[in-house]
């Protein structure tokens, strides 16, 4: 069985885990070493099970704790060769990855860890280089995707994939351009390279999606811009004015900034 949790979704820090038996993954490290060690607790998982670290991008929301995650548990750490660079850069990373545990990754190229089955593809987004994950296990197929400038049609296909879907919802509009952001900021963040709102992400899901979809996570909510039941109100209802059945039952979640997730069990 597979399963999957959300440590922390947005610009305070970003980490999430999939699992399956006692092989896990990390996906990005955003989140400080003492706060994942009391959520390992806390669930009753072990961080000895987790057997490397996948990176999305580098800013420091995603990685300013990789470098001690890795080093402390001798864990490897996947990421495109830019992504590794920008690691390497980030100041915010004050503890930087052993050469030793770096692992570098090409996109659409499929990397296979234990039962699962890795692509990483490119997403749109203002740092060195940002990926999304398409992930394969017990014949199951689970995709991330955070920090969306836009949909590429690589994107478009993945989500035609998807039967689990992490997908970026990080601001409404409305109080995008009504906020107390200056204007230089509000551009950046609705640009071609920043983040997807609530209504990019519904679209995204119903020009794309199929029926193999069964669940949804809106992901990377911005504080001031956003809520976590306008998000999901907002997908919901765009979803099911869509007029396709298959759409209806689809399951919306929203994942919270600070407050990790339950353990999702996909089967």
Not at 150 to 175: Q, R, S, W
Not at 189 to 213: F, P, Q, Y
Request: net charge negative.
């Amino acid at each position: 069985m597979l399963s999957f949790i959300s440590f922390g979704s947005g610009s305070c820090g970003n980490c999430y885990y999939i699992f399956s038996g006692d092989y896990g993954i990390l996906i990005d490290a955003g989140i400080g070493i003492r706060k994942l060690k009391k959520y390992f607790s806390d669930y009753g998982l072990s961080l000895a099970n987790v057997r490397c670290i996948l990176v999305t991008h580098d800013h420091a929301d995603h990685v300013k704790a990789v470098g001690l995650v890795s080093n402390t548990y001798g864990l490897p750490v996947y990421a495109t060769e830019r992504v590794h660079e920008g690691i390497y850069r980030n100041y915010c990373v004050r503890k930087k990855v052993d050469p030793a545990n770096i692992r570098k990754l090409s996109v659409d190229e499929k990397l296979c860890l234990g039962d699962f089955v890795i692509t990483p593809f490119h997403v749109p987004h203002d740092s060195l280089e940002n990926v999304g994950f398409k992930i394969v296990c017990g014949g199951h197929t689970f995709c991330l995707m955070t920090d969306v400038g836009h949909l590429t049609d690589g994107m478009a296909h993945i989500i035609g994939e998807a039967e689990y879907l992490v997908i970026e919802a990080n601001y409404d509009e409305e109080m995008l351009w009504s906020g107390v952001y200056p204007d230089y900021l509000k551009k950046r963040v609705s640009g071609g390279n920043g983040h997807l709102s609530n209504k990019l992400c519904a679209k995204a899901i119903i020009d794309n999606a199929t029926e193999r979809l069964r669940h949804v996570w809106l992901c990377h909510l911005s504080q001031e811009n956003n809520h976590p039941e306008l998000a999901r109100k907002t997908v919901e209802l765009e979803l099911k004015g869509a007029g396709l059945d298959y759409l209806d039952s689809v399951e919306i979640d929203v994942l919270r900034r600070n407050v990790p997730s339950k353990i999702y069990e996909i089967k």
